[in-house]
């Protein structure tokens, strides 16, 4: 079992920065991948970005170039460095963490964004 808490959620003007954190406690050992995802109002969560234990990434095309994950795995924590922040990325952002070998999928419980115009 993998537990995920996530920090750094707010609120914040159109154009200004935040940073989400997210602690990994448990079977930390067989995390492999992990990211971030957000829900806007709806039932769809959708791909921020992610990145995998040796450090590769993958973003959303709609963030790329101002958002940045990374990961301290020395820390157990992921980071999202949001910069440019605008009024469609209010979302609840969750992060997520797969294992092996199995890649079983486990979830933090979300930190609101939002973003004012």
């Known amino acids: 079992q993998v537990q995920l808490v996530e920090s750094g959620g707010g609120l914040v003007q159109a154009g200004g920065s935040l940073r989400l954190s997210c602690a990994a406690s448990g079977s930390i050992f067989s995390i492999d991948t992990m990211g971030w995802y957000r829900q806007a109002p709806g039932p769809t969560r959708v791909l921020v970005a992610v990145i995998t234990s040796g450090g590769s990434t993958n973003y959303a095309d709609s963030v790329k170039g101002r958002f940045t994950i990374s990961r301290d795995n020395a820390k157990n924590t992921v980071y999202l460095q949001m910069n440019s922040l605008k009024p469609e990325d209010t979302a609840v952002y969750y992060c997520?963490?797969?294992?092996?070998?199995?890649?079983?999928?486990?979830w933090g419980q979300g930190t609101q964004v939002t973003v004012s115009s």
């Open positions: 997520n963490a797969q294992t092996r070998p199995y890649y079983s999928d486990y």
